[in-house]
Structures are given as structure tokens and as C-alpha cells.
């Protein structure tokens, strides 16, 4: 790896320390031999910055009998002015073949930082809602989502 | 892809917060799904999705197959005065359909 990345190492461990906060066993990303499509997915997202917890609520069904359409909302609270707003939510389905799900971007004009949609899951898994503030700092939340019918068309 | 589907308010005051809701037909294949053949059916969904209320970017959302068939999606606005929406969805392969719709701003 180039001298100015962080390590695989320190990267699983940052995330595990993120994660940790979300009451996810630490052990469970550094089982992984192999950084996964996810952790690839986050650290894109957010380089070395590490996530902070609250504010930010990430709404899914606990049990989704149909994988191919979850419904969801993402939110955060937040005043949507020029100096401080939410630049952008992100989603990820931890356990999908492609992790990333989709990326909203606001303005100012959006006024209320919330977006709803509805998502494909393939199995059970963690879903992460990760916000970007106009400050520069990320929010993040976690959710356990139980699937009975995998979507993906696997 | 279809002619969408777009809910507004009826009306909106200036200063007001609104809920915007669309909705596209669009089968949004995955990439990942074999067809009857055996084969993989390519990939063919909506990546991009624009809204602009009076020619100002208002909100986008970059989709990826997870998204599922028939993309909905809901999100808000602060109404900044009278004007008209432009929705645009865009698919793999650069297709794109645009639809307006003018908000009634009392």
C-alpha cells in the first residue's frame, strides 16, 4: 500500500471502532480476512474522518418479508441553512453483491433533511446510513434489517 | 421508462417545507439476476434522478441497483417563491425523461 494510506489494519480497526458504537461485536470486522465491499464502501465515503453517532436517524422495517422492496427514511436534524446542512446521505447494504444502494445529495433549498425510498436486500443484513455534513464531520447509523425473501434476483 | 408519477401539495406558502413525492416506472435490473436462458440479464436501471424548482438544484440521488423496481423517492423542499419544478430521471445509456410541474405558491 502507498506510504500516505492508512493500513488495512488501522482502517478495519477504525471502522471496528466506529462500528463498535453500534453495538455490532468489534470482533465481526476483524474476523475478516479480506476488507470487505462495505468497509470499501465507507472509507470512500469518509477517508480518515471517523463518524459520529446521533442525530441521524435511519428507518427500516426490523423484519422485510419481500427483500426486493424495503422501504426506508433517512434524516437528519438539522437547520438546512448555507452555513450548516446536510451535503449528502448515503446508504449501504452491507451484505448486498453491490453495497452501495444510493447516494442523495441537498441543498439549502431542501429544508428538511429527509429522504425516503425503497431498497433491494439480499439477505439479512446491516444497513448503514452515513450524512455528510457542510462542516466536514459524517454521521452514521446502523440497522439490522431480518430478510425473508432475498432480493437481487439471486 | 413511463410518464412519472408526481405528488405535490395542493398549495404552499413561501417559507413553507414541502413533501415532494415521485414515482417511475422502470424495472431497475440488478446485473446480478440470470435470465431463462441461464444468462445474466445485463444491468439497465435509473442511475440519476434531478429535481430544480425554479432553475436551482434543489435535490439528486445517485442510484445503484439496490434501489428497487419502480423508484420512489420522497424528500422535501423550503419553498424560496412562485416557480416550476423539473424532475429528470436518467438511465444507463444516457436516456432521459423530464417532466415539469408547477407549484402553486399562495
Known amino acids: 500500500m502507498p506510504g500516505d494510506q492508512p493500513s488495512r489494519r488501522t482502517f478495519t480497526l477504525g471502522v471496528a471502532a466506529a462500528v463498535t458504537a453500534f453495538a455490532v461485536p468489534a470482533t465481526a470486522a476483524l474476523a475478516q480476512d479480506q476488507v470487505q465491499a462495505w468497509e470499501l464502501a465507507v472509507r470512500k465515503i469518509v477517508g480518515e474522518a471517523k463518524p459520529s453517532e446521533g442525530k441521524f436517524a435511519l428507518e427500516l422495517p426490523e423484519i422485510a418479508e419481500n427483500g426486493n422492496t424495503v422501504p426506508f427514511t433517512v434524516s437528519v436534524e438539522s437547520p438546512m441553512t448555507e452555513k450548516d446542512h446536510v451535503k449528502a446521505i448515503h446508504v449501504i447494504a452491507t451484505a448486498n453483491p453491490q453495497p452501495g444502494v444510493a447516494t442523495f445529495r441537498l441543498t439549502p433549498l431542501s429544508g428538511k433533511a429527509a429522504v425516503s425510498s425503497r431498497l433491494r436486500l439480499a439477505r439479512t443484513q446491516d444497513v448503514i446510513g452515513i450524512a455528510e455534513l457542510s462542516d466536514g464531520r459524517f454521521l452514521m447509523a446502523k440497522r439490522p434489517v431480518k430478510v425473508t425473501i432475498g432480493g437481487c434476483g439471486g | ?106
Open chain 2, 1 to 106: 421508462m413511463t410518464k412519472p408519477r408526481i405528488k405535490l401539495p395542493e398549495s404552499a406558502k413561501v417559507g413553507e417545507v414541502i413533501e415532494i413525492k415521485t414515482l417511475i416506472s422502470h424495472v431497475m435490473e440488478t446485473g446480478q439476476r440470470r435470465g431463462t436462458d441461464g444468462n445474466l440479464v445485463p444491468r439497465s436501471i435509473i442511475n440519476n434522478f434531478t429535481a430544480k424548482y425554479a432553475g436551482a438544484e434543489v435535490f439528486k440521488a445517485e442510484l445503484h441497483p439496490g434501489i428497487s423496481a419502480n423508484p420512489y423517492l420522497s424528500f422535501f423542499m423550503k419553498v424560496p417563491g412562485p416557480g416550476e419544478f423539473e424532475f429528470s430521471w436518467t438511465e444507463d445509456g444516457g436516456k432521459q425523461i423530464t417532466e415539469k410541474a408547477k407549484l402553486n405558491v399562495v
